[in-house]
């Protein structure tokens, strides 16, 4: 391969390149300012990510980190501050249509149209990726397979519980079969069972090929579920890499003699000891 | 990567084609929203029939057939028809609507999705256009009911009717406007305070012309005033081209300026 050796940037503009093309996921330099009320709240402070396709990739963080701000950014829901992101190789903020069409996203709050059945909700959702009525109709019976909710598919979901709203949730981002799917913090506020019933669903969307972009309270959770994961703190990642490598550091650095928890991982990068959380508890 | 390239702008016929096909995907399910809340539609009908009940129960005496030029020899009720097909074209609830699904996130959810921002603000007003259509075919025909006759025939009807639903899409993209700005249902409510007395700074009970200055400058100045005079016209006198040009033009006017706020409010939502 013939490179310029004088021009120092020439090989790093094809390194930036070519993941970015190759990543499921590429953020460099990810900014959010919010300003409320003449106040700026640097949620997003430059965050990086290359999440390879195929991966798990987890996002950690206490409340208020950054998780759902960095998520809104990466799936063309926010605009960015600063910096670029490419999910499956199309720049979000250039092409954010090629973008939506690469990318499924269950939020943070499962946004469903409660007046609606689930499966008007996945047939229209369906037809707004621009599936045919009988496309669409034949989608949406697979995933309410899928999410086993052939039962309740023709009630409203109003009267649904918060699994089935998780689960609900879940089929509607993947109408489209998309390259990426992001979910925010999919299993907060599920009892374990569901919890694990989601779980099981995410492990077989990605053994299907679909890269998972997940963010979790949940330390159990990314050590279970995922490849790869980081840290944020203050719109800033603080930790990266495989639960089983971040655990290993953590052992060598601090000398313990005992393996850590992912728990110990996170408390250390946080700055959050077990007493001082305690402490804080003891406060309020 | 054609599927690619159909999303970014410059997709031409296709891409508006597509922000037709999409719109009437989201106006169909607020329909069906509609037809399950039916409670929802009960003022927008009953609210004006009340108010042209007691409008005409009380003006009736003062404005009598014969002697009533601006009556063209109908009764006071067919002069107060329009001022109610108005107030129920504005009772348009879209905006609250759209305000309970940006804060339960289903808004988010559509946003997440490759169709033009242009079919998000459509697809409401479609539905909008519909319910007002129904309803106040509903309203003519009891105004029938009760021997009001509608000049200008079967052809006029249907252009009064189009007319009033269109001006409703226009009510209701306001309200939409404000739900985008203000993402919340006291503001948007609030909001629509804002509105209201455009309808009543109109010649709604006499003709311009018999208004008080003050009150007929207000209602010169005031684009509502041209829909119901182009309405009032279709009802009293027939085929009046000029009021009913005016009118058509305010809605124009004012729909294409909705459309653009809400096009740019939805492109800079974060
Ligand atoms: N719309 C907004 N306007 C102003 N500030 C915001 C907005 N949304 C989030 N923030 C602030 O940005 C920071 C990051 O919020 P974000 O929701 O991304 O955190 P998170 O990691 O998802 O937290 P949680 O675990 O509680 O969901 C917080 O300080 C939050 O208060
Ligand atoms: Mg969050």
Redesign the interface.
């Known amino acids: 391969m013939p490179t310029n050796q004088g021009d120092l940037n020439a090989p790093y503009a094809l390194q930036t390149d070519r993941p970015s093309s190759m990543s499921a996921i590429k953020a460099v330099g990810l900014k959010k300012t919010y300003s409320t009320g003449g106040e700026e709240v640097e949620a997003v402070r430059g965050v990086d990510l290359d999440v390879q396709p195929g991966e798990i990739f987890g996002f950690l963080g206490p409340n208020g980190a950054g998780k759902s701000t960095t998520v809104r950014m990466l799936t063309t829901l926010m605009t960015l501050s600063a910096g670029t992101v490419h999910v499956g190789g199309v720049d979000v903020a250039a092409d954010p249509h090629g973008a939506r069409r690469k990318i499924g996203v269950a939020l943070q709050e499962a946004g469903l149209d409660e007046r609606q059945t689930s499966r008007e909700i996945l047939v229209l959702q369906a037809r707004l990726f621009g599936m045919r009525p009988s496309e669409a109709g034949a989608r949406a019976q697979e995933l309410l397979e899928l999410v086993d909710l052939t039962e309740a598919a023709d009630r409203r979901v109003k009267g649904y519980s918060g699994g089935m709203k998780r689960r609900l949730d879940l089929a509607s981002a993947l109408v489209h079969e998309p390259e990426v799917l992001f979910l925010d913090e999919p299993t907060t506020g599920l009892d374990p069972g569901s919890r694990i019933t989601v779980w099981d669903e995410v492990r077989r969307i990605n053994s299907m090929g679909t890269t998972v972009f997940l963010t979790t309270q949940y330390l159990e959770e990314a050590d279970q579920l995922c490849n790869r994961l980081a840290i944020i703190d203050s719109g800033l990642i603080i930790r990266e890499g495989t639960p089983a490598s971040l655990k290993a550091e953590l052992r060598e650095r601090t000398g313990l003699d005992t393996d850590p928890t992912l728990d110990d991982v996170f408390l250390d990068a946080t700055g959050r000891t077990r007493d001082r959380v305690a402490g804080e508890v003891k406060e309020i | 990567?054609t599927?690619?390239?159909?999303?970014?702008a410059g997709g031409g016929a296709t891409e508006s084609s597509?922000a037709l096909r999409?719109s009437f995907?989201?106006g169909g399910?607020a329909i069906?929203?509609a037809l399950?809340?039916p409670d929802s539609l009960f003022p927008t009908m009953f609210i004006p029939l009340f108010f042209l009940v007691v409008n005409v129960g009380q003006a009736a005496k003062i404005f009598p057939s014969e002697g009533t030029p601006f009556l063209f020899g109908q009764s006071y009720g067919a002069f107060q028809l329009p001022a109610s097909l108005l107030l129920s074209a504005s009772f348009g609830g879209a905006g609250l609507y759209l305000v309970e699904?940006i804060e339960?996130?289903?808004?988010?959810?559509?946003?997440?999705?490759?169709?033009s921002r242009m079919a998000l603000v459509l697809g409401r007003l479609y539905a909008e256009f519909v319910k007002t259509a129904a309803v106040a075919t509903v309203m003519v025909l009891l105004a029938l009911a009760f021997g009001i006759r509608i000049k200008s025939g079967i052809p006029g009807f249907l252009v009064m009717v189009v007319m009033v639903s269109l001006w409703a899409m226009v009510f209701a993209g306001f309200m939409q406007l404000l739900a985008l700005k203000t993402r919340s249902a006291a503001a948007t409510q609030g909001g629509s305070m804002i509105f209201f007395p455009l309808l009543f700074l109109t010649p709604n009970f006499v003709p311009r012309d018999q208004l008080t200055r003050p009150m007929e400058i207000a209602a010169t100045l005031n684009p509502v005033t041209y829909i119901m005079e182009g309405v009032r016209s279709l009802v009293l006198e027939g085929f009046n081209g000029a009021a009913i040009g005016k009118g058509f033009a305010v809605v124009g006017v004012t729909m294409v300026l909705m459309l653009a706020l809400s096009i740019r409010m939805v492109n800079?939502y974060?």
Do not use: C, S
């Not at chain 2, 599927?3 to 970014?8: I, L, M, P, R, S």
């Open positions: 990567m599927a690619t390239h159909q999303g970014t597509n999409d995907i989201l399910r069906r929203e399950r809340t699904e339960g996130g289903y808004f988010d959810k559509l946003r997440a999705t490759p169709i800079n974060d």
